[in-house]
């Protein structure tokens, strides 16, 4: 087994953690910053396979940007929610077990889970992969641009103004009429 | 300021006019002059809001700087003493009114005057006036929990001393 | 229910002067006396004199049974507003580094937006209208220079001129020029502390720091003239203490000089600096109508357009003598109260260059009877502070000491205003406003 | 010696030096910091410590927090409470894995140096929230969403500033971007880029006019209220080693990094050796924060956020078109 074998499955085992207490924390905002360390070993695993442009760009999108974004959305939710109300009552293993067989926290997160992974699977049983010959990769950054700004133009440029037309419809969405009140008292 | 003659007390001009139009409008007012020159008018606590109200709007006493009580406690009476300003013509007054040491109420004026809102907290505080109608009369300086009013004169502080710092062994 | 709780007999009998703990009137006081018990303990071999102490706020929540109820914001940690919206409720003080002294505001928030605020006074209440019925007429001058410990000149001289009018003195007229030459320089300190303050409000600390190092210029004039740099001591009733000290004309003079120089260099570093205007323009504005309501006094009420000086409209030791302006602005916001009082210190200096040309000669220190002894009689006597309107009322019953004295302070109309002046604004824009109205804690609560 | 352990030991000795050199940073930029505002505040600073100019004052400090009690207060988030100040502390030092501070004085030039600046900065953010949150203090909440919003704004055009260079050098490994400024330093064809990135720069760092999340007249002391001893002196660690971060990285992308500047003759440049170039341009740099901080007041939350979003993105982005459209002229000069 070599060292890179050993950093993958150590990184796995990190993701695969965090991701089980991203969805079993009691308290929201440890289950964002368990998520964090999830896409951290994420990153990692790409710098195993010697992707340092996906590594950087997995670190700043996804740890530092998405993270924001999902902070702000809990602490822009219901505060009760944050505090765990509504949930089952007690407290430790009792607790987790009856929350796992419930409906609405346990069994319907698990079917969906499953249904997910088996789609995953047949996708993944039914793509011919290409194999890469072993060695050092070329430079990814160099390729990606390429790739990106070269053979898939049109659709790269799809999706920005997609995302473009989403942004700006989220943005009519949540203003308000007429904005604040006190915006338009300053000079 | 204190003018030497005692029979011309110093009075400014539009102190001068508003006693004028007191006398000739309220004939039942009665406003008198201080030998300082200042315009009280003493009134009933029923008439204090009417009063105060036709003082704001009808002669311009916009300005209320102070509203405070003294406790006659020989005479079992506060006095409650509003001294009243004019911005527009510097026209000073003061208005007066008894209230009972035994039914100490009075009718609010921060209905009048927004500022007497805090006057009137602090003279609860203080003296334990209730002021009737007031919006939010709650004590300003001392805790809720404070028993009395400490500007009575026949206020004692029930309260037992509090101890030295010693050490024991 | 009710009934006196008295604290139980100490197991090892070693403390034999603990206390009983203060009965409260009816309603529930198991918990705080239960907290003040565990707190005793804890202390171990000391008892403390705090122990008992049934301070502001202890137990807020408690109420007496004669006391309206108390709003709910004072306790509350989130509360419902209209439908799905929640505000969380934040205390700013009374231990904040922006609420000048021991002010405590609930605010309640959305975000960072205030929708509502609600001033909490009193911890430093020190009783002082009664120490005025229990100190002698000369010993209340002493004590009035606590009330704002940052103008203790001018309490002085409202406290000073009551008591004069019932004594039917007048002072010299050096004496009345000594008084305004003072008064102007405690302006203009003042002024100069406000500054300082407001710079540090909004985070720039070294306009703070230039600030004061003028201040200590004029508290070096202050020492000079009454040898004391904060609380004077200083008027007296038909003068002041001393005459001025020989050389004090020149010194006056080098201070107002290098103020005249300065003056433009604060108003680079921070008056004209864009990010200075942003934060103050528009914020925190009170109506002009507002401001007349809630009796808001001096800079505040001449911020929102009020031209309204005590020292033009009710002239006292001979102001209507000097030629100076009243400054207002008419924007009414927290720029607008600073500009006002910048551009105050500006005339006082012009005040105080006239008074020291025209000093006449004469004696300092009027002729005034031993045992001040007024004879019956209530009188109104009030200055321009400089934070507003000073009004010292005063109550004799012909003894020596005042039968009751009632001060109003300009400063606890000021913090009424926060009521509703912060409303709509961001946790930043209070720290502003309340720094606008300049409010000076020892005459808040008194 | 096998050679793992040749690069085990080589590793340990250049995160030992980088270390070392942030500490002795830290110490060093607390005392200028401080006496630096001292002069502009017409005061003296600290001169009892170490006199007659107090340089021994930062050691002073360092063990009166050493000897502090640590105190966790009792209704914390425990885990996350102890967790933040390392989690803000590691980023803050990972950074100088990249800087080039001399031709050959380079932990590891990455290939993708500037991107991995950007990934590693963004967890302060996380860390600032963790800090903020695990307090259990309403200030300290509020200054770590102003923390996350002022980040979130700020991060953007921070990265956009930086692609100007970027383009010019053709590279993202910054020891490429400094070998390319060989003829010209970028500031000269980046002006607008340089002060796009200083100032989305400082508001990264939390400093005045833009220090929203520790505005202490408004939020006390902001997220990291309730810490006190070592544990608020990583804070503050880290807060001047990104200060110096920044600094290093504005240095290298417009500054020429440790070249010497291109007017000079062959034979004066020899003369200064290109380490001792870097670190005056980086201090130069850090001295000029300080200057601004200690100069404007502080804007508001709102203020800044419209300023980040409105004027610094837009701004950046014309500076890219900008650059794009210059390219070839400048090409053609033979400036680039």
């Known amino acids: 087994m070599t060292g890179l074998q050993i950093a993958f499955l150590a990184l796995s085992a990190v993701m695969l953690f965090a ?55 809990i602490m822009l939710s219901d ?109 | 300021m204190v003018e030497g003659d005692k029979a011309q007390p110093a009075m400014n001009d539009g102190t001068r006019q508003v006693l004028e139009a007191i006398r000739r409008d309220h004939p039942d007012w009665q406003p008198e002059v201080t030998r300082w020159g200042e315009v009280q008018l003493r009134v009933g606590r029923e008439d204090l809001q009417a009063v105060a109200r036709a003082l704001r709007d009808d002669h311009g006493f916009n300005y209320c700087p102070s509203e405070t009580v003294v406790d006659y406690v020989k005479e079992g009476r506060f006095e409650l003493d509003v001294r009243l300003f004019n911005l ?15 039914d100490a109420t009075c009718p609010t004026l921060a209905g009048v005057w927004a500022t007497c809102k805090w006057h009137e907290r602090e003279i609860w505080d203080m003296f334990g006036v209730r002021f009737e109608g007031h919006p939010d009369l709650r004590r300003v300086f001392l805790s809720e929990s404070f028993q009395g009013y400490p500007l009575r004169k026949d206020f004692v502080d029930a309260r037992k001393p509090r101890p030295r710092l010693v050490r024991q062994r | 229910m009710g009934g006196a709780r008295t604290r139980p007999e100490p197991q090892t009998g070693a403390r034999e002067n603990v206390i009983e703990l203060p009965v409260l009137a009816e309603g529930s006081v198991e918990e705080i006396s239960g907290r003040t018990r565990q707190r005793a303990r804890f202390r171990g071999d000391f008892e403390y004199p705090g122990d008992d102490f049934e301070g502001p706020n202890v137990n807020r929540w408690q109420y007496l049974p004669q006391t ?36 405590r505001c609930v605010l309640g928030l959305r975000g960072e937006a205030i929708t509502r605020c609600r001033p909490d006074i009193g911890y430093l209440h020190r009783c002082h209208e009664k120490l005025n019925e229990l100190w002698s007429y000369q010993g209340t001058i002493a004590l009035s220079d606590r009330l704002d410990y940052l103008a203790a000149m001018t309490n ?8 004069e009018k019932l004594l039917e003195i007048e002072p010299t007229e050096r004496a009345d020029y000594i008084r305004v030459i003072c008064s102007e320089l405690q302006r203009i300190a003042s002024h100069l502390l406000f500054f300082g303050t407001t710079a540090l409000d909004l985070g720039a600390v070294t306009p703070f720091l230039h600030s004061f190092r003028e201040r200590e210029a004029v508290y070096d004039v202050f020492e000079y003239i009454s040898g004391a740099r904060l609380l004077y001591n200083y008027m007296r009733f038909g003068g002041v203490r001393t005459d001025f000290p020989p050389g004090t004309d020149k010194k006056i003079r080098e201070v107002l000089d290098l103020l005249e120089n300065r003056l433009p260099e604060y108003h680079d570093l921070l008056s004209y600096n864009p990010i200075f205007a942003v934060r103050t323009q528009g914020v925190g504005v009170l109506s002009r109508d507002d401001a007349i309501a809630w009796g808001a006094a001096g800079p505040v009420l001449r911020g929102s357009g009020v031209a309204y000086d005590l020292r033009k409209a009710d002239p006292y030791s001979g102001y209507e003598k000097f030629d100076f302006k009243v400054c207002v602005e008419e924007s009414g916001d927290v720029w607008a109260r600073f500009m006002v009082r910048m551009k105050e210190i500006e005339e006082s200096i012009k005040i105080i260059r006239q008074a020291l040309d025209g000093l006449p000669e004469g004696d300092a220190r009027g002729q005034v009877p031993r045992f001040i002894k007024p004879p019956p009689g209530e009188v109104y006597a009030r200055v321009e502070g400089p934070r507003g309107e000073l009004g010292c009322y005063v109550v004799s019953d012909g003894s020596d000491k005042p039968y009751r004295c009632h001060w109003r302070t300009p400063s606890f ?33 008194k | 010696m096998p050679a793992w352990l040749v690069t085990l030991g080589w590793a340990v000795l250049k995160a030992s030096l980088i270390l070392g050199f942030v500490l002795f940073n830290a110490l060093f930029l607390v005392w200028w910091e401080r006496k630096f505002a001292a002069r502009i505040q017409s005061r003296v600073g600290p001169q009892r410590t170490g006199r007659p100019f107090g340089y021994l ?62 990934a590693v900065t963004s967890f302060t953010m996380i860390a600032i929230v963790m800090a903020g949150w695990a307090a259990n203090n309403k200030y300290s909440v509020v200054s770590a969403m102003r923390a996350a919003a002022q980040l979130v704004a700020y991060e953007v055009p921070l ?60 939020l006390v002391a902001g997220y990291n209220i309730e810490y006190s001893g070592m544990r608020w002196s990583f804070f503050f660690l880290a807060e001047f080693s990104n200060l110096v971060a920044v600094s290093a990285i504005a240095t290298t992308l417009f500054l020429g990094g440790w070249q010497a500047p291109w007017f000079l003759p062959a034979a004066v440049k020899g003369l200064i050796p290109p380490v001792v170039w870097f670190l005056a341009k980086t201090y130069f740099l850090v001295t000029v924060i300080m200057w601004i901080r200690w100069t404007l007041p502080r804007v508001r939350i709102d203020q800044l956020l419209d300023f980040g979003w409105k004027f610094l993105l837009p701004v950046s982005l014309a500076n890219i078109a900008l650059t794009g459209l210059l390219f070839p002229v400048l090409v053609r000069l033979g400036w680039i």
């Open chain 1, 19 to 73: 991701a089980w207490k991203v969805v079993t924390s009691d308290i929201i905002v440890h289950a964002a910053l368990w998520m964090v360390l999830s896409f951290v070993a994420v990153a990692g695993i790409f710098l195993t396979l010697h992707a340092e442009f996906l590594f950087a760009v997995q670190l700043l999108v996804y740890a530092g940007a998405i993270t924001a974004l999902v902070i702000f959305a």
């Open chain 1, 79 to 187: 505060i009760r929610e944050l505090r765990g109300e509504g949930e089952p009552a007690g407290a430790g293993l009792g607790r987790r077990v009856r929350r796992l067989v419930s409906r609405r926290l346990g069994l319907a997160p698990a079917a969906v889970a499953v249904g997910f992974a088996a789609v995953m699977y047949s996708v993944y049983r039914a793509t011919p992969w290409p194999g890469l010959p072993p060695g050092d990769p070329a430079p990814s950054t160099l390729a990606i641009g390429r790739e990106l700004f070269g053979t898939y133009v049109v659709p790269f440029e799809l999706a920005s103004i997609v995302l473009l037309v989403a942004m700006v419809g989220a943005i009519v969405l949540t203003l308000r009429e007429g904005g604040r009140e006190k915006e338009e008292k300053r000079p």
């Open chain 2, 88 to 102: 527009d013509t510097g026209a000073k007054l003061v208005l007066k009114s008894d209230l009972p040491r035994d």
């Open chain 3, 68 to 103: 309206p109820p108390v709003e709910d914001l004072l306790v509350e940690e989130v509360r419902e507003i209209e439908g799905n919206e929640r505000e969380m409720v934040m205390n700013m003080g009374p231990q904040h580094p922006s609420t000048h002294g021991v002010l």
């Open chain 3, 156 to 163: 002085e001289l409202a406290f000073v001129l009551a008591v």
């Open chain 3, 413 to 445: 109309h000021h913090v009424s205003l926060l009521e509703f002046v912060p409303v709509g604004h961001l946790v930043a824009d209070v720290v502003a406003i309340i720094g606008s109205m300049d409010p000076v804690f020892g005459e808040v609560d």
């Open chain 4, 57 to 118: 004052q930062s050691m002073a400090d360092v063990f009166k927090l050493l000897s502090k009690e640590d105190v966790v207060p009792a209704r914390v988030d425990r885990w996350m409470y102890v967790l933040a100040p390392i989690v803000i502390f590691v980023p803050a030092v990972l950074v100088y894995v990249v800087v080039p501070f001399g031709p050959n004085l380079i932990v590891q030039d990455l290939n993708i140096g500037i991107l991995y600046v950007a």
């Open chain 4, 159 to 218: 990265v956009l500033a930086v692609i100007g260079p970027v383009m010019l050098a053709g590279t993202l490994s910054l020891q490429g971007i400094v070998r390319a400024q060989e003829g010209l330093w970028y500031i000269v064809v980046q002006p607008l880029g340089f002060l796009v990135f200083l100032t989305a720069g400082m508001a990264e760092l939390n400093r005045a006019p833009f220090d929203l999340s520790e505005a202490e007249s408004e």
